[in-house]
Every structure is written in C-alpha cells, then in structure tokens.
C-alpha cells in the first residue's frame, strides 16, 4: 500500500456508525469536515473557506472505543492513509470521494479539554469523551466501571501516584528516556 499518510484536523459532521463485519470483527464510519479560514485582502476580514469532507474507516478495538467516544460536533485530529474512490451518485453523476483509514483519532484541545481514561483490552472500559448532551464542552473523563482495564484505582494521566514507596507521574518513569 502506497496510500500516503496525512493529519486532518476537523469537525465530526455526524455521530460515528458502528457496524459489524460478516466475520463479526467491529468497525465504524465516520465524516469530518475541515474548513479553513481566509482573509478578504480587500476587507481585511476573515470568513470560512471551502470545506473538505473525508470519510473515516476505523476497525477493531479503536473502532470500538471511537463509537462510543466522538459524536458530532468535536473537534478531532485524524491520522491515516488516504485513499480515493470514484462513484456514481443517484442521479449519475460521477464523482469522488476522499477516505481516510484511521490509524490514530484524538480529540483537539484548542478549544476544549480532556483527561483521557485507558480502554481495557476487551474494548471500551466505560472511558472516553462524554458525549455532551446539555451544550457542555466535550471531556474526556473515566466513567463508572474504571477505564484503566485494572481492578484497583489508577490516576488519571498526569496525576502522581505512589509505586512501591516511589512517587511516580502518570504512570511514567522520572527517568528520561532521551
């Protein structure tokens, strides 16, 4: 595959699809919508550009963890292999669509924030972006149920805690690895 790998940063346009494949493997669809900002030369003022709409695939795990993460409106950087696929629409007409093969999806935090919760290895722990529903910003939080896949209560990234009598941060050594 000599798909080249790019970063989007856009908008989810719709709530994630989970589907499941006649093997019974999980994946998801999903659109993003990234519109820049241009400047009027003349007027000096700044307006939204022409949009580009990709659709995402994502499977496995992460589409799991996806599905039950992003909903429409955030705003995530997307990491993938884009790919091009010609079609007939409905009133046939030709056109082409832009796909991006998920390998790695976050939430952007230039206007939001978030504390990311670990899935467990069997999927989705009850972590992830809370889906607001009440106009809320959107958060990434750890749920009921942990989220870190561990019986006993882990930190949230960032948080210090005590190892064996040593203060650890985040779960990472103090050693640089550099």
Do not use: H
């Not at 046939?92 to 990311?116: H, N």
């Amino acid at each position: 595959m000599n798909e080249p790998i790019i970063t989007i940063i856009g908008n989810v346009v719709a709530d994630p699809e989970p589907r499941v494949s006649q093997a019974g493997k999980p994946w998801v669809t999903f659109r993003i919508a990234s519109t820049p900002r241009v400047r009027d030369r003349q007027s000096g003022d700044w307006a939204d550009g022409e949009p580009l709409w990709v659709g995402c695939r994502a499977y496995g795990e992460q589409a799991d963890n996806i599905a039950s993460t992003l909903a429409k409106g955030m705003r995530v950087i997307v990491q993938g292999r884009l790919t091009q696929r010609a079609y007939t629409d409905s009133q046939g007409q030709d056109r082409t669509s832009l796909d991006l093969e998920v390998e790695e999806v976050g939430p952007s935090l230039r206007f939001a924030t978030a504390s990311v919760a670990r899935a467990g290895s069997g999927g989705p722990a009850g972590g992830g972006w809370e889906k607001p529903g009440n106009g809320a910003a959107p958060s990434y939080g750890q749920t009921e149920g942990g989220g870190y896949g561990a019986a006993q209560s882990q930190p949230a990234w960032g948080e210090s805690a005590v190892v064996e009598g040593q203060q650890s941060f985040g779960g990472f050594d103090d050693e640089q690895p550099f």
